[in-house]
């Protein structure tokens, strides 16, 4: 006999399976324009609050408001408008190219465009992201060529890492975005490392982790942060929570406490949340976590509020853990409709262009393709040579490799 009743695990579950009624009542939202804009040396202590809240910009009539706003151009915003169609665009071209044949795997953003379109603008040449496969919008706002990007997917003759990598694990120093890892959550160990580096060398550049909500259960997030905040790393350390983690719900790994955001405070970490969907928002907010990282102030923990609307990736299919309309019922909209509202508020931009616009970046990306499939796609045309295989991995070839070379005659 014992006086306690039998223990039992709590094992958190989504509050709507398929087939029912989404609900994002539990989703608190600040109105836009409601969170201060604290300077950027104030103390971590002193600004708690913004791990809890949410820093909106764009309110629902379209205006720009509150003092995070007014940081970007007319230009500056139908750029990033633009790239964020560019993104959407070269998803469903890629998505189809997938159904195709054309490649073996593809993973789009639907959604979450304005979190790495927006977020890129912050950073400058020379820093370094370490990327997921979600952030394809850092490479587009850099202007990397869209036909790089599908050499890669479709691992043909061109492809820049000689098909080495799973489709989408995209590589370019040049455009400050390291070589993508499948093992998630490496990225923040390595941003940390890689900022910690910087400082040492006494250098001016600064870096930027990126995770997911699932990804923050693993090991390296913690350790990262115990890291980045000892020593005061110039790092960017970025949460995009878009709802899920391939079928499981963000619930599971924020163990039932406050927001992935507060995660920093027990580090001392000055943490923020932001709507995802608010491209203005998600700039102006990488634009002060960058500035302190460049002022030797230390890291900043960003949690984008988003969802993701499409599936995981190619070889997921949504319908089987979560309601159909779920994303329509998301409260934070659509990225790209919210920025085009706003534009056309402003009288810089409108309907007609917008379709013109649409038409114009859906030329860009065939040509493109129409470019990247000369060289080949995975089962036709152009593909690496077996000699790249042993390339790219040792300053000099151990002669046990060069021995497997040769005996593949390469
Ligand atoms: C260390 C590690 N564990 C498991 C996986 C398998 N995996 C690939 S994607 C994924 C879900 C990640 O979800 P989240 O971190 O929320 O990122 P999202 O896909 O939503 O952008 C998992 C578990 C992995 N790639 N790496
Ligand atoms: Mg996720």
């Given at each position: 006999?014992?006086?306690f009743a039998q223990?039992?695990?709590?094992?958190?579950e989504?509050?709507?399976?398929?087939?029912?009624?989404?609900d994002?009542?539990n989703?608190t939202?600040?109105k836009?324009?409601?969170v201060a804009?604290?300077?950027?040396?104030a103390?971590p202590?002193?600004?708690?609050?913004?791990?809890?809240?949410?820093?909106?910009i764009?309110?629902?009539?379209?205006?720009?408001?509150?003092p995070w706003?007014g940081?970007?151009?007319?230009e500056a915003?139908?750029?990033?408008?633009?790239?964020?169609?560019?993104l959407?665009?070269?998803?469903?071209r890629?998505?189809?190219?997938q159904?195709?044949g054309?490649t073996?795997?593809?993973m789009?953003?639907l959604?979450?465009?304005?979190?790495s379109?927006?977020f890129?603008?912050?950073?400058?040449?020379?820093?370094?992201?370490f990327?997921?496969?979600?952030q394809?919008?850092?490479?587009?706002?850099?202007?990397?060529?869209?036909e790089?990007m599908m050499n890669q997917?479709?691992?043909n003759?061109?492809?820049?890492?000689?098909g080495?990598?799973?489709?989408v694990?995209?590589s370019s120093k040049e455009?400050?975005?390291?070589?993508?890892s499948g093992?998630l959550?490496t990225?923040?160990?390595q941003a940390?490392?890689w900022?910690?580096?910087s400082?040492?060398?006494?250098?001016t550049?600064?870096?930027?982790?990126?995770?997911g909500d699932?990804s923050?259960a693993e090991?390296?997030?913690?350790?990262?942060?115990?890291?980045?905040?000892?020593?005061?790393?110039?790092?960017?350390?970025?949460?995009v929570?878009?709802?899920w983690?391939?079928?499981t719900?963000?619930?599971?790994?924020r163990?039932g406490?406050?927001?992935?955001a507060?995660?920093?405070l027990?580090f001392?970490?000055p943490?923020?949340?932001?709507?995802?969907?608010?491209?203005l928002?998600?700039h102006?907010?990488s634009l002060w976590?960058?500035?302190?990282?460049r002022r030797?102030?230390g890291?900043?923990?960003?949690e984008?509020?988003?969802?993701r609307v499409?599936a995981?990736s190619?070889s997921?299919?949504?319908?089987a853990?979560?309601?159909?309309?779920?994303?329509?019922?998301?409260?934070?909209?659509?990225?790209?409709l919210?920025?085009?509202?706003?534009l056309i508020?402003?009288?810089a931009?409108?309907e007609?262009?917008?379709?013109?616009a649409?038409?114009?970046?859906?030329?860009?990306?065939?040509d493109a393709?129409k470019?990247?499939?000369?060289?080949?796609?995975?089962h036709?045309g152009?593909?690496p040579?077996v000699?790249?295989?042993?390339?790219g991995?040792?300053?000099d070839?151990?002669p046990?490799?060069r021995?497997?070379?040769?005996?593949a005659?390469?």
């Open positions: 006999m014992t006086e223990l039992s695990l709590h094992v958190p989504p509050a709507v399976r398929p087939g029912g009624q989404p994002f009542s989703v939202i600040a836009a324009g409601a804009r604290p300077d950027v040396d103390a202590e002193d600004i708690r609050d913004l791990a809890y809240s949410i820093i909106r764009l309110n629902r009539e379209g205006e720009a408001v509150g706003a940081l970007l151009s007319d915003l139908l750029t990033g408008l633009r790239n964020m169609m560019k959407r665009a070269f998803d469903a890629m998505l189809m190219a159904r195709q054309k073996s795997f593809y789009q953003h959604g979450e465009e304005a979190v379109c927006a890129r603008k912050a950073l400058r040449q020379g820093d370094m992201n990327p997921t496969y979600r394809a919008g850092l490479l587009i706002a850099d202007g990397y060529p869209m790089e997917i479709f691992s003759e061109s492809d820049p890492l000689r080495r990598q799973l489709p694990m995209y455009h400050g975005f390291f070589t993508i093992n959550s990225q923040y160990v940390v490392g900022a910690m580096a400082a040492i060398k006494n250098d550049k600064i870096a930027a982790a990126w995770i699932g923050t090991s390296d997030f913690h350790s990262a942060l115990v890291f980045a905040s000892t020593y005061k790393a110039p790092v960017i350390l970025n949460i929570n878009n709802q983690a391939i079928s719900f963000q619930g599971i790994a163990g406490s406050g927001t992935f507060a995660r920093g027990g001392g970490i943490a923020l949340r932001v709507d995802g969907n608010d491209y928002a998600v102006a907010v976590a960058a500035e302190r990282a030797n102030l890291p900043t923990l960003i984008y509020v988003t969802y499409g995981h190619t997921d299919d949504p319908s853990y979560r309601p159909k309309t779920e994303s329509e019922a998301w409260p934070l909209g659509d990225p790209v919210r920025l085009k509202k706003h508020l402003k009288g931009w409108s007609s262009r917008h379709v013109q649409e038409a114009e970046i859906l030329d860009e990306v065939i393709q470019r990247a499939e000369a060289h080949g796609t995975l036709a152009g593909k040579s000699r790249d295989i042993f390339d991995v040792y300053a070839m151990p046990h490799i021995r497997q070379r040769q005996k005659g390469y």
